[in-house]
């Protein structure tokens, strides 16, 4: 069983939809929490980083933690054809140290 | 925000050469470094960790006489992938540590030809 789940997809929602984007872990020592996002033939972008439990918005993204299921959300409001990318959840244990990767999940927005 | 670039961003070598691609962190100084290996349509794959003015650490199965790691300074590491094959062929990505964060670099597209 992998350490880190995320459902592949691909996901494909019209514009201005809400998307709501998930893994699971196993792992009870993991702390820290983030989001990337990686265009085709790019480098993964930092999205969000949440540490612990707990929710974090920034514009139209939010992230949510739940540390007591090993479950964390990312949610994408009024969602644009440029949102389209593969979206990948990491996290660690501590502070500093390699990052377990999801497979990422790929999305289309559709205009 | 905080910015990691690499070079170059993609090159073409022949089999039996050796390719060397540099990752800075432009903005901040990053005591960890981090390189991925990366296929299509598949998440990253750890190959080592970088860590200044000490051995990299390498994920099992990675030989590192063919990837040697260098971090030679808080801002600089780079991976030279030696006696490169066909095989090598992928996208390499580095990416440095900002405190809890990971901030990736753009990436290197390596064929060998």
């Known amino acids: 069983q992998k350490e880190v789940e995320q459902d592949p997809g691909p996901l494909s929602v019209p514009e201005g939809a809400i998307v709501s984007l998930n893994c699971t872990y196993s792992n009870s020592a993991f702390q820290y929490f983030m989001w990337y996002r990686q265009y085709s033939r790019k480098g993964p972008e930092l999205l969000m980083y949440t540490y612990s439990s707990g929710n974090k918005e920034d514009g139209r993204f939010t992230a949510q933690v739940d540390k007591s299921s090993k479950y964390i959300s990312l949610f994408i409001r009024d969602s644009q054809p440029s949102d389209s990318a593969t979206y990948l959840c990491a996290m660690s244990g501590t502070s500093g140290s390699r990052l377990t990767f999801g497979e990422g999940t790929q999305l289309t927005v559709n205009p | ?113």
Not at chain 2, 68 to 77: C, G, M, Q, V, Y
């Open chain 2, 1 to 113: 925000g905080a910015v990691v670039s690499q070079h170059p961003s993609w090159v073409i070598c022949k089999s039996g050469t050796s390719v060397k691609i540099e990752c800075r962190s432009l903005d901040f100084q990053a005591t960890t470094m981090f390189w991925y290996r990366q296929f299509p349509k598949q998440s990253l794959m750890l190959m080592a960790t970088s860590n200044e003015g000490s051995k990299a650490t390498y994920e099992q199965g990675v030989e590192k006489d063919k990837f040697l790691i260098n971090h030679a300074s808080l801002t600089l590491s780079t991976l030279t992938v030696t006696s490169a094959h066909p095989e090598d062929s992928s996208f390499y990505i580095c990416s440095a540590g900002l405190e809890a964060e990971q901030y990736f670099g753009p990436g290197t597209r390596l064929t060998v030809t």
